[in-house]
């Protein structure tokens, strides 16, 4: 069963920072792990991705630059360093975990099965 918990969110002002971990235990863990964020009324959206094995990092377009997904596999860690960060990054931040379509860990939120419960991240400007 796979379990992931994050911690690290809370609330900056507009140009602030922020670091998001994930732990997660597992008798399995998919090659993709990932960070997802959505807000009320709106779907959930994949915003950086990394195959576990590789190292291979993905990034939505609205975060590239500024965002730093990570991970520490000897402490089952997952991070996201959040940097420049603005309003409409405000959102409950997801870590998840899956397998590779098409050879890449893509952002698509229904390749990823399994669910932390999520860290509020709350940027005012």
């Known amino acids: 069963q796979v379990q992931l918990v994050e911690s690290g969110g809370g609330s900056v002002q507009a140009g602030g920072s922020l670091r998001l971990s994930c732990t997660y235990t597992?008798?399995?863990?998919?090659?993709?792990m990932g960070w997802f964020r959505q807000t009320p009324g709106k779907e959930r959206e994949g915003v950086a991705t990394i195959y576990t094995f590789g190292g291979t990092t993905y990034y939505s377009d609205s975060v590239k630059g500024r965002f730093t997904i990570s991970q520490d596999n000897a402490k089952n860690n997952l991070y996201l360093q959040m940097n420049s960060l603005k309003p409409e990054d405000s959102a409950m931040y997801y870590c998840?975990?899956?397998?590779?379509?098409?050879?890449?860990?893509?952002?698509?939120?229904?390749?990823?099965?399994?669910w932390g419960q999520g860290t509020q991240v709350t940027v005012s400007s």
């Open positions: 597992y008798t399995y863990r998919g090659p993709c």
């Open positions: 998840a975990t899956g397998s590779r379509y098409g050879g890449h860990c893509d952002l698509q939120v229904g390749h990823y099965p399994y």
